[in-house]
């Protein structure tokens, strides 16, 4: 019940491109739906998170849709980059659990 | 602001020998560091959560007695892997978060690349 799907594993994608990457999560406790950005040889970032009290958060090139029904979310990146190409990872916790569960990742290629 | 930093940043070290990895918190006081393990191409795996003045807890299947995590401060957290072997190589993170931040945001360190020979 703590798992978090990720998909895809990889993702190519043309600059100016739309990106998008899809999590799934069982565990209706959940209450925080962070997205965090990983270069290679380094700590992840945090890029965006969003709470199941809104259905989508834009920041920048950046969108997070969530379907709580579907217990689904998705990062979209719009106007892709090659800046852009990173491992992304999905990850969810509970409301002081502090506990981060991570998805599997994905590795996004943005070529020009 | 919240700035987690790690020491070393890449260590080679040989079998059998002890490794510590520093884990600090430069702008805030991380009232809970956690410490992870990535192997490449994969995701990252919580390996310990730690409260400053108390015990860590491990995660089911990591050894306390290898893996030594001590938290004395609210600013730094140390992993000591005993014994190292080359199976323990891996990219070591931590990351801190704090109750003042919002909504137990967990801000990563760069990371420490082992290698054991």
């Known amino acids: 019940q703590q798992q978090v799907k990720q998909s895809p594993q990889s993702l190519i994608v043309q600059k100016g491109g739309i990106s998008i990457i899809n999590c799934a999560y069982e565990?209706?406790?959940?209450?925080?739906f962070p997205w965090y950005q990983q270069f290679p040889g380094k700590g992840p970032a945090l890029l965006i998170a969003i709470r199941p009290d809104v259905s989508e958060k834009k920041e920048g090139r950046f969108t997070i849709s969530f379907n709580k029904s579907a217990k689904q979310f998705s990062l979209h990146i719009m106007d892709s980059q090659p800046g852009d190409s990173a491992t992304y990872f999905c990850a969810a916790s509970t409301e002081g659990y502090q506990k981060v569960t991570f998805g599997t990742g994905t590795k996004l290629q943005v070529i020009p | 602001g919240a700035v987690v930093s790690q020491h070393p940043s890449w260590v080679i070290c040989k079998s059998g020998t002890s490794v510590k990895i520093e884990c600090r918190s430069l702008?805030?006081?991380?009232?809970?560091m956690f410490w992870y393990r990535q192997f490449p191409k994969q995701s990252l795996m919580l390996m310990a959560t730690s409260n400053e003045g108390s015990k860590a807890t491990y995660e089911q299947g990591v050894e306390k007695d290898k893996f030594l995590i001590n938290h004395a401060s609210l600013t730094l957290s140390t992993l000591t892997v005993t014994s190292a072997h080359p199976e323990d190589s891996s990219f070591y993170i931590c990351?801190?978060?704090?109750?003042?931040?919002?909504?137990?945001?967990?801000?990563f360190g760069p990371g420490t690349r082992l290698t054991v020979l």
């Open positions: 990351s801190a978060t704090s109750g003042r931040l919002s909504y137990n945001e967990q801000f």
């Open positions: 565990n209706t406790a959940f209450d925080y």
């Open positions: 702008d805030f006081q991380a009232t809970t």
